[in-house]
């Protein structure tokens, strides 16, 4: 059998049915290798390793009491999938990144905690963000910075770029990890993953969190668009109390991404949106012409897409950005361990007025419909997901001049946060490769639907990956 640590998801759970390997031997093998490549990656904050023995123990015993026969088994029973450090799981520490929190303990499971443990995965650990998931890097000063497997001089991206860098080095096939403003895409193309940030509403903030602004929603990084699919099968059930739904999808999102999608309308965005005038990268635009060719060439229509807004429209939601990072729960006598960037946010925050926050939510729902408008003419829409490759570690993180620092993000991403905005699915694909001083890298396209249009865009994402398929780990590194 091909190394475990080479299954995706979804062959994994179905080697664990078959009884070609024992939930004990994934935990095992996923320890070694977390303990091994963990720290050279920085994908790890905290690892689990009693609490993933102890639910290897009862889903061989889910196996043994089925006698084999593998029917009404959870979908990932026996797979290893840790969750982000801004995600609470009970027990365990919650500490999202910061000195500021450090010695919390969550009192309970979030709802996609309890979602990924009814679905039979096995919790390895907590993965590592930059303080309070703020910026497009993960370089917190709790733990090393998270590094793309591509280059170890380079960042894996944020804010869940320690659960990218965990699935990239092949330590699990699949993590959890969270999107505000592209914390899953940014790391999906930094480190050569599948990222999807689902639609406003799709997965549940319940039992237990709110959806705010709804800016923010949880996800899943993998390898493979089906595993994608799966894994929003697994997140998409509603709560009680819920204040953004949409409707679920006619069979599964998993039947979804196996469809053939036909004649899609498609849009090409390469001018950014959130700064007119960041650079971008050749490679970036050879990622989109490369998708172009593949689209064409798969019956699809495309043609130019109009930038939806002005960035001075983006910058009216500072209130939303701003204000959220002030509400984190921060005792005042603990602020000044924060890093200089959520120092001057919550500064920033604590300088809006209430009119000014009420405004900004109007005006977040003004702008999906500027740009639902503006972009009506398409079923998708394509673009690169960042502008550059990913950066050296340190070169973006500036804690002499944090309004720098911020700029520099925008630039960097600025085509992520629009999606967030309004709300609608986006997916960001490894489809290309190109030589960087010396290396070679991946550069992301991200698709982007209209809302609730998931299984369009995971049907065409499986199209790409069928018709151009990726490499699922970088070159030279080490698959021992």
Not at 85 to 96: I, N, R, S, Y
Not at 211 to 240: E, I, N
Not at 308 to 333: K, N
Request: glycine share 10%; charged share 20%.
């Amino acid at each position: 059998m091909t190394n475990l640590h080479e299954l995706s998801a979804l062959d994994l759970a179905a080697a664990v049915r078959r009884g070609e390997v024992s939930p004990h031997e994934v935990v095992r093998h996923t320890l070694d290798r977390a303990r091994r490549l963990g720290p050279q990656v920085g994908a790890f904050v905290h690892l689990a390793e009693e609490r993933a023995h102890a639910q290897a123990g009862e889903a061989e015993e889910q196996l043994a009491a089925v006698g084999g026969a593998g029917d009404g088994l959870p979908p990932f029973l026996g797979v290893p999938v840790p969750v982000k450090d801004l995600t609470m799981v009970a027990g365990l520490p919650f500490e999202a990144g910061s000195a500021a929190l450090a010695g919390f303990v969550a009192p309970v499971d979030d709802g996609v905690v309890t979602l990924l443990r009814a679905a039979g995965t096995l919790m390895v650990g907590k993965t590592t963000t930059p303080e309070l998931g703020l910026p497009p890097y993960t370089e917190p000063d709790v733990a090393p910075p998270a590094r793309t497997p591509w280059d170890l001089s380079r960042t894996a991206g944020g804010s869940s770029g320690g659960a990218a860098a965990a699935v990239a080095a092949g330590i699990v096939p699949a993590a959890h990890g969270s999107d505000g403003g592209g914390s899953l895409r940014i790391p999906a193309a930094a480190c050569g993953l599948v990222g999807l940030k689902p639609s406003r509403g799709r997965v549940s903030h319940g039992p237990h969190g709110v959806a705010g602004s709804g800016l923010a929603t949880d996800g899943v990084l993998t390898r493979t668009v089906a595993d994608a699919a799966a894994f929003l099968d697994v997140l998409a059930q509603p709560w009680p109390g819920d204040h953004y739904v949409v409707p679920g999808p006619r069979t599964s999102f998993l039947e979804a991404a196996r469809s053939e999608p036909r004649g899609l309308r498609i849009g090409v965005l390469l001018d950014p949106v959130v700064v007119a005038d960041a650079p971008v990268h050749a490679g970036a635009r050879a990622a989109v012409e490369r998708a172009v060719r593949l689209l064409e060439g798969l019956g699809h229509h495309v043609a130019e897409a109009p930038v939806p807004f002005r960035p001075e429209q983006w910058d009216a939601f500072m209130p939303l950005w701003s204000v959220g990072v002030l509400q984190a729960p921060v005792p005042p006598e603990r602020e000044e361990l924060l890093v200089p960037l959520t120092r001057w946010m919550r500064e920033i925050g604590r300088s809006f007025t209430a009119l000014d926050h009420a405004d900004a939510v109007s005006g977040l729902q003004r702008l999906a419909r500027q740009t639902a408008l503006a972009w009506s003419a398409f079923d998708v829409v394509l673009s690169p997901t960042l502008a550059q490759p990913p950066v050296v570690v340190g070169a973006m993180r500036d804690d002499a001049d944090p309004a720098r620092d911020f700029q520099a993000q925008k630039a960097f991403t600025p085509w992520t946060s629009p999606w967030n905005i309004i709300g609608a699915p986006a997916i960001s694909l490894p489809l290309h490769r190109e030589e960087v001083d010396g290396v070679e890298l991946p550069f992301g396209v991200m698709l982007g639907a209209r809302l609730g249009r998931e299984e369009v865009l995971l049907g065409l994402a499986a199209q790409l990956e069928a018709a151009d398929p990726w490499p699922h780990f970088a070159p030279g590194y080490p698959h021992d």
